[in-house]
T-cell receptor
Framework: AQTVTQSQPEMSVQEAETVTLSCTYD???????LFWYKQPPSRLMILVIR??????QNATENRFSVNFQKAAKSFSLKISDSQLGDTAMYFC?????????????????FGKGTHLIIQP | NAGVMQNPRHLVRRRGQEARLRCSPM?????VYWYRQLPEEGLKFMVY????????ESGMPKERFSAEFPKEGPSILRIQQVVRGDSAAYFC???????????????FGEGSWLTVV
């Protein structure tokens, strides 16, 4: 079974600063995917960024980037030029490569989340 | 493309009643997942379904909980004889069949909040 650990229950930074959220995971799988999801006060789960384990290049989406260290099983999220709208719960999630006949995704395993607060 | 649609958004049930939560996946998606989020917790996987088939229900409690995804119509998560501990947010998600383009990305609905009184 996989486990995902987010060691920072809450973080607070000033607007425009850069912040890094940490995530570590444990798995015996070699082929998998990692995700960061954002859950604002509306509670909608929004995909922020995804990373395929077989890719060495770190994923980037605008102000969001990851530092993926496969050997260390670490997957941190960096938010540059933070904005008030970035205030939310951030969840790190793991998914192993789909193994069922017909393809399709396997279940996500989530960490407990980090509550990020952006101060004006 | 409409997103994953869940209803009701909020549901209040008395102990012992039944709760039914519905989920319509995104257009073109044939895979549905249900997750539960307890207060101050991350989402926990419950069940994964394809049309008319339960693929993985390893996260679903053995009793009182059931899920289906019929050939026509939405996926239903059914909780019989609800208890206070069932109070949670229940999220549905969907994905297309796996491809190297879509990878294994799944998309979430806005959740259904069940309160048992």
């Amino acid at each position: 079974a996989q486990t995902v650990t987010q060691s920072q229950p809450e973080m607070s930074v000033q607007e425009a600063e850069t912040v890094t959220l940490s995530c570590t995971y444990d798995t015996s799988e070699s082929n998998y995917y990692l995700f960061w999801y954002k859950q604002p006060p509306s509670r909608l789960m929004i995909l922020v960024i995804r990373q395929e384990a077989y890719k060495q290049q770190n994923a980037t989406e605008n102000r969001f980037s990851v530092n993926f260290q496969k050997a260390a099983k670490s997957f941190s999220l960096k938010i540059s030029d933070s904005q008030l709208g970035d205030t939310a719960m951030y969840f790190c999630a793991f998914m192993k490569h789909g193994t069922y006949s017909g393809g399709g995704a396997d279940g996500l395993t989530f960490g407990k989340g980090t509550h990020l607060i952006i101060q004006p | 493309n409409a997103g994953v649609m869940q209803n009701p958004r909020h549901l209040v049930r008395r102990r012992g009643q039944e709760a039914r939560l519905r989920c319509s996946p995104m257009k073109g998606h044939s895979h549905v997942y249900w997750y539960r989020q307890l207060p101050e917790e991350g989402l926990k996987f419950m069940v994964y379904l394809q049309k008319e088939n339960i693929i993985d229900e390893s996260g679903m409690p053995k009793e009182r909980f059931s899920a289906e995804f019929p050939k026509e119509g939405p996926s239903i998560l059914r909780i019989q004889q609800v208890v206070r501990g069932d109070s949670a947010a229940y999220f549905c998600a969907s994905s297309p069949p796996f491809s190297h383009l879509s990878g294994n990305t799944i998309y979430f609905g806005e959740g259904s909040w069940l309160t048992v009184v």
